[in-house]
């Protein structure tokens, strides 16, 4: 193994203990300025967009417990396997999610971060009964989506009324 895929492993490895000590500040830092975030519930996000959501969803945390099951990278990219417990905030009901990650580096930095998990199962947890019977509905992944967006651009504004949040999707 090549010391640049070592450094990527911790990098991976820094990444989820930020999060688990409710960290956005450091997680934002591991993220090139131009780097780029995608999961099933925020969607697409860039640059200053990736690093606000880590500061908005770990500064609302209050009891969330993140264990990084597994990873691994090389010279460019990298994976991981990790598991999500806590409390969803508006519903109050606990979740557990599972997911995957994959990664691309380049000078030290995420340049790439995909979160993949079930939309379903997370929505079934999250929602209760309405997450249950829709949570593979499109208009319920998009309201998600919709809501989730609409957060993160108040949080940005929040944060630095004189610099409005991208509007990529």
Known sequence: MSATADSNRELI????EALGRNDGEAMAALYAPDGHFRDPV??????EEAGNMWRMLTGRANDLKVELAEHDADDASGTA????????????RSV????????RFE???IVEHVDRFSFYRWARQALGPVGGLFGWF???VVGMRYRARK???????RRDPSNPPNRTK
Do not use: Q
Not at 42 to 47: I, R, S, Y
Not at 151 to 157: M, P
């Open 13 to 16: 490895r820094h990444l989820y």
């Open 42 to 47: 925020f969607g697409n996000l860039t640059g």
């Open 81 to 92: 396997r990790w598991i999500a417990r806590y409390t969803f905030t508006p519903t109050k």
């Open 96 to 103: 557990v999610n599972e997911g995957r990650a994959t990664f």
């Open 107 to 109: 000078d030290g930095k």
């Open 138 to 140: 499109p208009p319920l």
């Open 151 to 157: 957060d993160l651009a108040r949080f940005a504004r």
